[in-house]
């Protein structure tokens, strides 16, 4: 009796000590829990600030490292540059001289072919727009064509005036249109004292198309700003703030002092592309092609709608025209001109050397030239 008194005495206090014991044991686990949660969310929030911390170290070291690599890399690009231009140096500077006392272009033709493919193997080098010696040549070529421009006077014939890149210009005593100018850049851009010296003694700018060798809202800019009049075959700069001063034809006819231009709409590949047929009042018919390339357009070119094949005085071509041979079927030039070759604004397969030129103006069996950069020819008039 005593053993089971005994017994439920203890079960008694026991049952009395639970409470306080669960109570003790519940408030310790919540302090626990909240201990936990408080330094949870500190030690988060720290590792939070490292990562972050280690994150922004590690991209600005990342910039840093890709801004000494770029650094070596400018530096070592810079030196191959100057290398190469000490190497081709010389031959820039003959052809620069021969240029400058070499009978016109279309006479001495093969010794003009020699002394002009000494300049093809730097010019597809990549980095020959950076070359010194290019920028050299450059610049001479244009400081030789300005004295020119500013000093001939055409008379009753019509000057055409080859620039870098597709640029020409048609010159007659009424009026000077020019076709795809740009100011250029790297070491074969023309300085602003004599793009706008140029400008000042230009009429009308036609543009062919998009592309930056053609079109250039610099120079845009600068005939609009002498209200003088830039033709283009689309929109093409929807951001451009003067489009409404554009004039913009695809098909049809300009009339201007001293000219008539006549428009047609082809195409390079996809891209509209305007070629321009100008007709000075002395009779002159001279056709600028831009980047004619019908490749998508077989059989429904713009040309054939000469029902007989059209004559002019003088073809501009971009000398790598695909669909030269069948124009050639519809517009019947009396001569040739090369135009677009070592375009250094291509990539380096993308540019056409002299060599390239002169095997294609052998095939087209027609009378051509090849002039330099700033070199002219004159075109009698007909009337």
Same mark, same amino acid.
């Given at each position: 009796m005593i053993i089971v008194h005994l017994s439920g005495v203890a079960a008694s206090i026991a049952d009395t000590l639970k409470k306080p014991v669960k109570r003790i044991?519940?408030?310790e686990m919540k302090k626990t829990v909240l201990f936990i949660?408080?330094?949870?969310?500190?030690?988060?929030?720290?590792?939070?600030?490292?990562?972050g911390v280690i994150l922004i170290t590690l991209f600005f070291s990342f910039l840093l490292f890709t801004n000494a690599v770029a650094a070596v890399l400018k530096s070592e690009t810079s030196a191959r540059v100057k290398e190469l231009s000490v190497k081709y140096e010389d031959r820039f500077r003959s052809l620069d001289l021969w240029l400058r006392q070499a009978p016109?272009?279309?006479?001495?033709?093969?010794?003009?072919?020699r002394i002009?493919?000494?300049?093809?193997?730097?010019?597809?080098?990549?980095?020959?727009?950076?070359?010194?010696?290019?920028?050299?040549?450059?610049?001479?070529?244009?400081?030789?064509?300005?004295?020119?421009?500013?000093?001939?006077?055409?008379?009753?014939?019509?000057?055409v005036w080859k620039l870098y890149n597709h640029s020409e210009i048609i010159q007659t005593n009424k009026i000077k249109i020019v076709i795809d100018l740009i100011k250029g850049f790297d070491q074969v851009e023309i300085d602003d004292g004599t793009l706008g010296k140029l400008v000042d003694n230009l009429d009308v700018l036609l543009i062919t198309h998009v592309h930056?060798?053609?079109?250039?809202?610099?120079?845009?800019?600068?005939?609009?700003?002498?209200?003088?009049?830039?033709?283009?075959? !689309? *929109?093409?700069? @929807?951001?451009?703030? =003067?489009?409404?001063?554009?004039? $913009?034809?695809?098909?049809?006819?300009?009339?201007?002092?001293?000219?008539?231009?006549?428009v047609f709409p082809s195409v390079q590949?996809?891209?509209?592309?305007?070629?321009?047929?100008?007709?000075?009042?002395?009779?002159?018919?001279?056709?600028?092609?831009?980047?004619?390339?019908?490749?998508?357009?077989?059989?429904?070119?713009?040309?054939?709608?000469?029902?007989?094949?059209?004559?002019i005085d003088l073809l501009i071509p971009n000398i790598w025209s695909t669909d030269l041979a069948s124009l050639l079927k519809y517009v019947n030039p009396d001569l040739v001109m090369s135009s677009h070759e070592n !375009? *250094?604004?291509? @990539?380096?397969?993308? =540019?056409?050397?002299?060599?390239? $030129?002169?095997?294609?103006?052998?095939?087209i069996k027609r009378p051509y030239v090849v002039p330099a950069w700033g070199e002219h020819i004159v075109l009698r008039h007909k009337k």
């Open positions: 044991i519940s408030e949660k408080f330094n949870y969310s500190r030690i988060t929030t720290q590792w939070r600030l490292n990562q016109e272009p279309g006479k001495s033709q093969a010794e003009r072919e002009l493919k000494t300049i093809d193997e730097p010019l597809y080098i990549k980095e020959a727009p950076q070359f010194p010696c290019v920028g050299y040549y450059f610049r001479s070529r244009m400081s030789d064509f300005m004295k020119d421009f500013l000093a001939l006077e055409p008379g009753e014939d019509t000057i930056g060798d053609h079109a250039d809202k610099r120079v845009a800019d600068m005939f609009l700003d002498r209200n003088k009049p830039v033709v283009v075959p !689309e *929109l093409f700069w @929807p951001d451009y703030p =003067r489009n409404d001063e554009l004039t $913009v034809l695809r098909n049809g006819k300009l009339n201007y002092p001293g000219a008539k231009v006549y590949k996809k891209t509209a592309n305007n070629v321009y047929m100008i007709m000075p009042d002395n009779g002159n018919r001279i056709m600028h092609l831009g980047d004619n390339n019908n490749i998508y357009n077989v059989g429904h070119e713009w040309f054939r709608r000469f029902k007989k094949p059209l004559h !375009e *250094l604004g291509h @990539p380096p397969n993308g =540019r056409r050397s002299y060599e390239y $030129v002169y095997n294609v103006l052998r095939t």
